[in-house]
């Protein structure tokens, strides 16, 4: 089965909504990195991170209620917003018929650990309870069913490098069963100093993403969260997926300086299908995939594969109307594919 | 109510059964024990907290507490149910690796970066080892247990919060029916976390006495810990096995109520949505349903909208148990207990008195078990709320008897 990707909702390091993205992918719009000094057991480490600056949050929720809204929790807001701005198709009525499905691969970490800084700095008996109840995986997914009056089924799935591949099929399966007429899914993480700690302590050097380095790790920590607010098939005029299908004229690579699924990638190469990479313009993030789709999705609405980072083709390249473009995760022992294109090439 | 009863092909049986909890470290055990009306809430043991008279828990026993293997406490226990529910459906792990497994787990303790002691050595620039990040990278409950049994099919570790358990295997659930695996391993699993506590106890809904789930003088929850799974099978697995499922998985549903991060609509909207979808999907009518192991976390308001959501859509005297009297709210692996308490309610027809149940309260309308009671009926509705506004309901079936 095919579904219909309605709206694209990303909020990264290169801004917040599709034309920042646009922007990014063109040049005309660089990422926000900011260094970071962090103090490890060899010395001190200049991280650089990809950092997310929330902007225009207050054109779909007021100001006053974004107080008690932790930082990655209005990233989703956002970029739930945003995808349900860029649809071609209104949310229907009856929201008990559309359902989230919400993915990260740490959860709200920050604020898990804010609520402990309450716990060490002022007594066990100091834990705020905003933030412990913000601080649970689901708080982003129920957060955008209360904003949005959404009814309907919410899920949080949280696996890691598998992440994207549950949530795409879980989308799949209630579109196609009738459990649900719309599905917003998102997926992104938020820096915070604890994974910077842990990346410099595991990391030799920072300097750039090579994707296609498998051999040295060249990983530098991105945030970021992507919606997109899916359909059935039949409704789509611009843009449709498929998963589990890494066919596709050209193939998006979430490598991004991680050797994990360093491999699958390498092999990939090898086979001397046309890949590109876009990592270096997010950074790196277990679920960065979803960045890699909302490109491609972009790069089918234009008819263009946007010039890439990395890449053993020359970008940018026209994308015929046939054409189709795979974005691949690989991981140790497995992998995920989807193929995007216009609807006529996927039904 | 649209659900996938129209696209329903390969039904989904339940052909083992496993849990531990502070009840006891088998299903036999636990049931026995709750039909005894025998429960072991105390002070906790195994994490300390700086407040004066410290809320009891419902902790795994010491002497239940000698599994193996990862680091991580919640996976262990996830792993001593595992194997105890691979061993009712008389599976071996080389019997998994040659069909198509899919693993769904509900969590919620089991998938937080918030290791307090790490976290103390680096806020005070002590620059601690990174061991325990790399722990928590390798003790995802899904991918871990993909990973030990070689799963070829889909894997999910949900994070919905106290409906995580149930969810997990309403997934599963849509996996074995729509074909995408021939078996799966589902259920929930948490252990008692000091962090978890401390944010309960925050929030005020910590009860400092055993609790009473459905009574007019509740105060709030206890927190437990443990693990409840399930294998499920497709009839065509278990015609190949020459095994007949224990029950059926027949109905689920799963709405929001979109109106508080923890409060329950007070008319609670999202479980009367999703309890019509289960029953929906199951094609049941509500009278059918024999009997309902509820959320009964024991606080004020959950108790109250799930009593009166019970009350609006089934008979007036269907049997209410709230078996959290037994094990605490294990959070993620709640509702992973709780459908295996239900699935074993109709198979032993017979269901535990809710323990700590004393006073009537006319605000929850429904009256929970007083004692043991006999089923009569082959349908068992387990329901599921959680923070988020998220609820979700589970219905399993019996062959008539």
Redesign the interface.
Known sequence: MSIAILGIGPVSALGCGIASLKDGLEGTNRPAIHNHSI???TGEVSLPVYQVEIQGLDRFVPRASLRRIDRFSQMALLAANLAIEDSEAALPED???VG?IFGSA??P?QT??R???G??DF???C???TL????????L???V??S?????????????H?TA??LF??AE?WL????VDRAIIGLGDEYC???G??AA??VSGFSEIRPFDGRDCTYIPGEGFVCFLLGRDSEASRTVLSSDDDGGDYVFLAANGEREGSDGYRRLLESGRRCAAYSPLFGSMPLGIAFDIAVATLSVRQGHIYPAPASNFSTPVSLGEKESIACVQHWK?GGFSIRLGKPSRSN | V???N??KKKPAGVAGLGCICAAGARVDDIMSAMYAGTRKAAAPQRIQ???ADPPPVFEVPSNCDKIEGPSSRTLRLCLAAVEEALDNAKLTASDLRKVRLGIALGT?VG????N?PF??D??A?K?P??VP?SNY?NS?P??YLA?LFKARG????????CSSGT?AIG?AK??IE?G?CDMAIAGGCDELSR?AY???????IISPAPCKPFDRTRSGLNLGEGAGVMVLESLDSAGYRNKRPLAYVTGYG?????????TPHPEG??LS?AIAVALADAALPAGQIAFINAHGTSTVENDRVEGRVIARMFPPLIHVVSTKAYTGHTLGAAGGLEAVFTVRGLLDRRLPATVGFQEEDPECVVVPTRENVPVAGDAGLSTSL?????N?ALIFETEEQ
């Open positions: 103090e490890t057991a929201t008990s018929r989230i740490y959860g970490a898990s650990f609520f402990l800084d716990v060490i007594g066990d008996n834990g705020s309870p412990f109840t913000n601080s649970v995986h689901n708080s997914a129920s957060l069913s209360m949005l009056r959404i009814l309907g089924p919410a899920y949080t799935v949280t696996c890691f598998q591949k549950t099929k879980t399966l196609e069963n009738g459990i100093p604890v994974l700690y842990a302590n595991l022992g | 649209k659900t996938g129209a696209t907290a700086d407040i919620t998938c937080t970066l918030n307090e976290y103390r680096c806020k620039g620059n080892e990174i990040v990278l995802n899904a991918i990973g889909p894997v999910a570790t949900l994070a919905n919060a969810d997934l849509s996996w729509n995408l962090i401390l944010g309960f106890f925050a929030l005020q799963s709405a929001c109520d979109a109106y508080h991060p923890i909207i999202g949505k959680a923070f988020g506004g998220t979700s």
